[in-house]
């Protein structure tokens, strides 16, 4: 159980594991004893009751109905799959079936009242190739609400294609071209896109996008929308951690910066309603704004038809250092990345240590086509396609 307590504009918070009545009584005490060394905010305010909870049911029955020996053949389907798929898969170094689910409960003295339970299951694996010596790399992992919502079939085999498809991969020459993210690498590029996108970034400097709100920063076909309402979404809940209802909010449309995601908070501050996105990983954290579910949508073409098109590029299928080598205040980033030469409309040559380098808003203006193979990406709970970005620099030999 967490507890947070507001006191003449300071909060505190506490938590335990312990209902008994003495560690509940303790538990008061603590979190009033930190809202006391706590600074004063006059933004700093207890969540009101609005609105009616969003129609999401993000609990599945079946889940709880899968017995110990299905689960476990979910995990050997995805090993035998990526085994089956190509002989130059040597090792399924991880395979795996997981799944949880549980109970929020919201209450405060301002007469929220809420509750809804969740639950989510997933299939991942993890492979190795090898050929005369040299071992890529692949993985895959497919998300539900219940067991009979996976493929694991799927699972393996692209697991085992991510990896064989690499193999006999070398740098290329440095080139500034068109490049294609696949949905894995353009939801992490997304991810890394959305903390600059949230209000507290924005109000505390750490936002490229402070100010720019009503201005172009995207491609035209690019719509960025967080929905935590979708019934498929695997974030999606009836209400945020603060008891604030959920909501479809739209960020970028037609490349215009629409707004920002909110908590009670942060929407205090800049006169706005909560957007629903006053997110805790559990009862033991504060809330903070977070997105629920990143879709990335707008026209989409034929990824077929894309690759076709373009006489050079570079598809990328995996990028290292993401997180670590974008930065959400500036925009600019460098990471490593690896995937398959595009010449003459054709996939030709795999590439590996190779880097690509340039900024958020130079990529984001710079997107030209969206594929039609978009996916629920697990991290970050991101629903993306692949994305196409013109000029783009790419570093090799």
């Known amino acids: 159980m967490g507890l947070r307590v507001f ?29 006391a060394v706590s600074d004063r905010d006059e933004h700093m305010a207890l969540p009101r009751p609005r609105g009616e909870p969003a129609d999401v049911r993000p609990y599945d029955p079946r889940l709880a109905a899968a017995t110990d020996a299905e689960r476990i053949a979910v995990a050997l389907e995805v090993e035998a799959a990526a085994l089956a798929a190509d002989r130059r898969v040597k090792l399924v170094e991880d395979t795996l079936y997981a799944d949880g689910d549980g109970e929020v409960f919201i209450a405060s003295t301002a007469g929220v009242r809420r509750s809804y339970r969740a639950g989510q299951c997933y299939a991942f694996a993890y492979v190795l190739a090898e050929e005369e010596g040299q071992v890529e790399t692949g993985y895959s992992y497919d998300v539900g609400r219940a067991l009979e919502d996976l493929d694991p079939t799927a699972v ?31 939801a992490a590029f997304f991810g890394v896109l959305s903390s600059a996108l949230t209000a507290d ?12 709100e009503g201005e172009k920063v995207a ?22 951690g ?33 957007t629903g996105n006053g997110m805790r990983g559990g009862y033991s954290g504060l809330p903070r704004v977070s997105p629920s579910n990143l879709v990335v949508g707008g026209v989409t073409t034929s ?20 997180h670590s080598g974008a930065n959400p205040v500036s925009g600019e980033f460098s990471v490593g990345i690896s995937g398959i030469l595009i010449e003459g409309g054709e996939l030709t040559t795999p590439v590996r240590e190779v880097t690509l380098a340039g900024d958020i808003v130079g ?18 709970s991101i629903h993306t396609p692949s994305v196409v970005i013109d000029g783009m620099t790419v570093g090799g030999t």
């Open 156 to 186: 393996g085999r692209e697991a085992a294609g991510r990896a064989a498809r690499l193999l006999g991969a070398r740098k290329c020459p440095s080139m500034r071209a068109p490049v294609i993210l696949d949905p894995f690498v353009s």
């Open 7 to 35: 006191r003449d504009g300071a909060v505190g918070h506490a938590y335990t594991s312990d209902l008994s009545e003495g560690a509940l009584d303790d538990l008061v005490r603590r979190a009033l004893d930190n809202a």
């Open 219 to 240: 491609g035209d076909l690019l719509e960025l929308v967080d929905d935590g309402t979708l019934p498929d979404g695997p974030d999606s809940a009836p209400f945020d």
């Open 303 to 322: 990824l077929d038809e894309i690759i076709a098109d373009m006489d050079k590029g570079v598809l990328v299928t995996d990028a290292v250092g993401i």
């Open 201 to 212: 970034a924005v109000q505390k400097g750490r936002s490229l996008f402070a100010g720019r």
């Open 242 to 274: 603060e008891g604030v209802p959920t909501a479809r909010t739209p960020l970028i449309a037609d490349g215009v910066l629409q707004g920002f995601l909110h908590d009670t908070y942060t929407a205090h501050k800049a006169g706005r309603a909560s």
């Open 363 to 380: 990529m984001l203006t710079g997107i030209r086509a969206l594929g039609d193979d978009a996916r629920w990406v697990p991290a970050g």
